[in-house]
């Protein structure tokens, strides 16, 4: 009897853990599908894209691939130029901020910090035009640095937000600590501060690369020539017309989520930390 | 080295209409090279006077010299911190865990753009005095408690601070290496001349280190002198419990043959002298006060035949042992005394049985006597004008 109760206890476990995995794995699965039939039709004729179902391989051609490679060329080297300056300044000018906010505690730095709350989420769609007319006025309509600065409007909010809520796991007494050394608030910020947030950091910096490359509305609104049209931009351009060549579009969207899927497999580690080091309290 | 005043110093925490009021009306001078001891009850707002020392809070009504120059006044800092030369060692060291020790204690002097030789050459020599060398590549996180203890210190001392603030920097340490902390800290004070405050809620500490003490009771100055006379002769029962452990018993004062006495209970009368002010402030109320006596002012006799010397021993009654205890070298003795049922505390050097009756003495020249809001009726009025925090 008891023996019977012992193996249908296992049998009972073992069902419970295939039953955890069946669904983890079809999970997973819809999360692989898009990249999966983004892969497969890049891969693709034009005649086999039309002939076989979107889920389903048909041969191995790079064609789509060289065509699109040299057309996104220039789109990626302008995305490269805009994100990564916007991405380095909102995380460590938002980190001064949040520093700032964070060390000193007043009535006047409560509204700005609330003021920062607000402007991360504004809708880029009501400043289009206030935006448009300030750029062209300044005579950077249509260029890196006017591109750069837009972003940084929306994006340098969106640092100061995200570092003030890792910084708030450094202890009070560490930067005090520092004052009484006689150190000023640069060195505290470069020295102490911004080494015990380097988790924090990397997660802020990660969530603004990809935020502001996949951001398509700034760029399409503030470039008009080819020539400075962005990845996420450019790849527009590869559905609609006169005609949509699926494989050629596939690997447009294959060449500007290379990108963001890089820094995810390479840094991912490190944006978990980021947010673990928030529950443990400490330095990560 | 540094001389520090506080002028009518008053500190509220809170926005408008829901302000509270943590010191209120604190004035006291630190002189030239002292070791300054600040004592209290936790809450009562020792740390947050060694803050507002250190320029971290700013007072909100009242004034704070360095050197007679005001540094901070209401609640405006004037000279902010990173500019008054202090050392401080915090509660938990607060050590940057990112740096090596070596690190530690260079950055006050990186902060001051010292250049490198001078900087390796300062930290060795601190380094050496308080004996951590061999710890300088490691980081905090990677030695013990009391070698992180002397990195903090180092730290404090490394940029020639014309202040030295501890705040509770022994709490977290071992009881067997406290001592030695101590020391260490009596030490390199003494040797390199400078001004220090010590804040602490253990006595010990303060009669370690501090020869000037203040206590602050409630959020106030309870009373500021040379450290035993805080002992001997506290203002009020807080005072008097800050710095050290006393045993209280209520009495009425009557005349007994003639004589003023304090009469505890049914059987044991107290003779005490009362002075004019005393007696008269008890003739207008229900006469009744609060006899004090510190542990070691009780004397316990076993042997009803033995002589005491009644010049300097008072006759308290007979009481009964209910437990002791050891703690080094010394039985601590709990006592009840008949007639009140209030249980005293006191020491012995050898052990006595529970359930034992004895007799019990009082030293005279230390009994104290306090009146029912808790002040020391042989302290002068003024002195005494702190009221009794319940």
């Not at chain 1, 999970?27 to 898009?34: K, S």
């Not at chain 2, 419990?241 to 005349?255: C, D, K, P, Q």
Request: hydrophobic share 45%.
């Amino acid at each position: 009897m008891t023996r019977f109760r012992l193996v249908s206890s296992i049998t009972a476990g073992r069902l419970y853990t295939i039953g955890k995995y069946a669904v983890l794995v079809f999970i997973a699965l819809i999360w692989l599908l898009p990249v999966y039939s983004m892969v497969i039709n890049s891969l693709k004729t034009a005649a086999g894209v039309l002939t076989t179902p979107v889920l389903q391989p048909s041969g191995i051609s790079f064609h789509a691939l060289k065509v699109v490679a040299a057309a996104m060329e220039r789109p990626i080297f302008n995305s490269f130029v805009v994100v990564l300056p916007v991405a380095v300044i909102s995380t460590f000018v938002g980190g001064m901020a949040a520093y700032y906010l964070y060390r000193v505690q007043s009535y006047f730095n409560d509204v700005m910090f609330t003021v920062v709350a607000i402007a991360t989420f504004i809708p880029y769609q009501i400043t289009l035009v206030p935006l448009t007319r300030m750029l062209a006025q300044m005579g950077i309509f249509n260029t890196y640095q006017g591109l750069i600065f837009a972003f940084l409007i929306f994006y340098l909010p969106t640092g100061a937000l995200l570092m003030s809520i890792f910084l708030a796991v450094l202890p009070k007494r560490t930067i005090e600590a520092a004052r009484i050394d006689g150190a000023g608030d640069w060195l505290i910020y470069r020295k102490i501060v911004w080494p015990l947030v380097i988790p924090g950091s990397i997660s802020t910096f990660m969530f603004i690369v990809v935020e502001s490359w996949n951001n398509f509305f700034i760029p399409l609104i503030l470039t008009s020539t080819p020539q400075m049209r962005t990845t996420s931009v450019a790849v527009l351009y590869y559905s609609g017309g006169f005609g949509t060549l699926y494989n050629e579009s596939f690997a447009a969207a294959l060449m500007s989520s290379i990108l963001p899927l890089i820094i995810i497999v390479v840094l991912g580690r490190y944006f978990i930390k980021g947010f673990l080091a928030l529950g443990t309290g400490s330095k990560g | 080295m540094v001389k520090i005043e506080f002028r009518k110093v008053g500190k509220a925490f809170g926005k408008k209409n829901r302000k509270k009021d943590v010191i209120s009306d604190m004035s006291f001078e630190v002189s030239h090279g002292d070791m300054y001891g600040i004592i209290g009850a936790s809450g009562a707002g020792k740390t947050t006077v060694l803050r507002m020392i250190a320029g971290l809070e700013e007072p909100t009504s009242g004034s704070i010299l360095f050197d007679n120059k005001v540094v901070a006044e209401n609640g405006r800092i004037l000279v902010p911190a990173e500019e008054r030369n202090i050392g401080m060692v915090f509660q938990n060291w607060a050590l940057y865990p990112h740096m090596s020790n070596f690190e530690n204690i260079a950055f006050p002097l990186r902060a001051k753009r010292v250049p490198n030789d001078k900087i390796r050459e300062k930290v060795e020599y601190l380094a050496n005095l308080l004996d951590i060398t061999e710890t300088l590549r490691r980081r905090p996180g990677l030695i013990s408690g009391g070698q992180q203890q002397r990195v903090a210190v180092c730290r404090a001392l490394s940029k020639d601070p014309s202040l030295l603030l501890l705040d509770e920097p022994f709490s977290n340490l071992d009881a067997t290496i406290k001592d030695s902390a101590r020391s260490l800290v009596r030490t390199v004070q003494s040797e390199l001349g400078i001004t220090a405050i010590i804040v602490s809620h253990d006595p010990a500490d303060i009669f370690a280190l501090a020869s000037n003490t203040l206590c602050i009771t409630g959020g106030k100055s309870g009373q500021a002198g040379k450290t035993s006379d805080l002992y001997h002769a506290p203002n009020s029962i807080d005072v008097a419990r800050s710095i050290g452990e006393i045993n209280l018993l209520r009495a009425t004062v009557e005349v007994r043959n003639g004589r003023d006495a304090a009469v505890l209970g049914e059987e044991n009368i107290l003779p005490v002298t009362l002075s004019q002010a005393a007696r008269s402030s008890l003739d207008s109320g229900d006469r009744s006060l609060i006899v004090g006596i510190r542990p070691e002012d009780i004397r316990i006799v076993e042997d009803s035949q033995e002589q005491v010397d009644a010049r300097r021993w008072l006759a308290a009654g007979n009481a009964t042992v209910k437990i002791s205890s050891y703690s080094a070298g010394i039985f601590r003795i709990l006592l009840r005394l008949h007639g009140v049922e209030t249980d005293l505390a006191t020491t012995s050097e050898h052990f006595l049985p529970p359930g034992q009756e004895v007799s019990m003495f009082f030293r005279k020249d230390d009994v104290k006597l306090f009146d029912n809001s808790g002040y020391n009726l042989a302290a002068t009025p003024a002195a005494a004008a702190v009221p009794h925090q319940a």
